[in-house]
């Protein structure tokens, strides 16, 4: 089962507005990350938020965590035709050494 | 810049055969993975490995082994393909484990007719 649940599963708009995506999840996490994915690529890495921090921020990308709620949610500003993407996040849980992917959320950016 | 490379980006093969997928990372990593993605199913763990001739089972090993000779090479052996296994097959790697940062290879569209 998935551990992550990606909202909306698709976005469309326009180049310059705001992006929000959110992330569910089930159980306690060390850490939940956000990915990138160009169409048919590998993914990429963009930001990692440990289960004691609240808030983080890289460039554009605005990432909060709520364990009370147990979801997460990214947010990319003022973006661009060139983040049209999908982006996923994963959890990293317990003592398990490895990360658990949602299903994604495809972000249409149009000009 | 830190590298993971896939050896194919597009295979097709037939029922019935034995298929490697080959992935190889240039930064030294421990750890390394093999994921697979179905749409709607996102990613799911087929096997990792923490260190030379390690290995684990991850969530979806069945019909899959792997062989990690070398640190800086995971293969992926199907077997004896079949057409379950049509899928994009993504290998990653990282520093501090699997629960931390991955890398990730460009992804290998297998295809089994």
């Known amino acids: 089962s998935q551990q992550g649940e990606e909202d909306p599963q698709a976005l469309s708009i326009q180049e310059g507005e705001n992006a929000t995506m959110n992330c569910s999840y089930k159980t306690s996490i060390n850490n939940l990350q956000w990915y990138r994915q160009n169409s048919g690529r590998g993914l990429v890495h963009l930001i990692l938020i440990r289960s004691n921090e609240r808030e983080k921020h890289s460039g554009r990308l605005r990432v909060t965590l709520d364990t009370s709620k147990k979801s997460s949610s990214l947010l990319i500003t003022a973006s661009r035709a060139a983040d049209t993407a999908s982006y996923f996040c994963?959890?990293?849980?317990?003592?398990?050494?490895?990360?658990?992917f949602g299903t994604g959320t495809r972000l249409q950016v149009t000009l | 810049d830190v590298k993971v490379t896939q050896s194919s980006r597009y295979l097709v093969k037939r029922t019935g055969e034995k298929v490697f997928l080959e992935c190889v990372q240039d930064?030294?990593?421990?750890?390394m993975f093999w994921y697979r993605q179905d749409p709607g199913l996102g990613l799911r763990l087929i096997y990792f490995s923490y260190d030379v001739k390690m290995k684990e089972k991850g969530d979806i090993p069945e019909g899959y082994s792997v062989s990690r000779e070398k640190k800086e090479r995971f293969s992926l052996i199907l077997e004896s393909a079949s057409t379950n296994q049509t899928s994009m097959y993504l290998c990653a790697s990282s520093f501090y484990g699997g629960g931390e940062k991955l890398f990730f290879g460009s992804g290998t569209q297998l295809s089994v007719l």
């Open positions: 930064m030294d990593h421990e750890n």
């Open positions: 994963a959890t990293a849980t317990g003592t398990a050494s490895k990360l658990t």
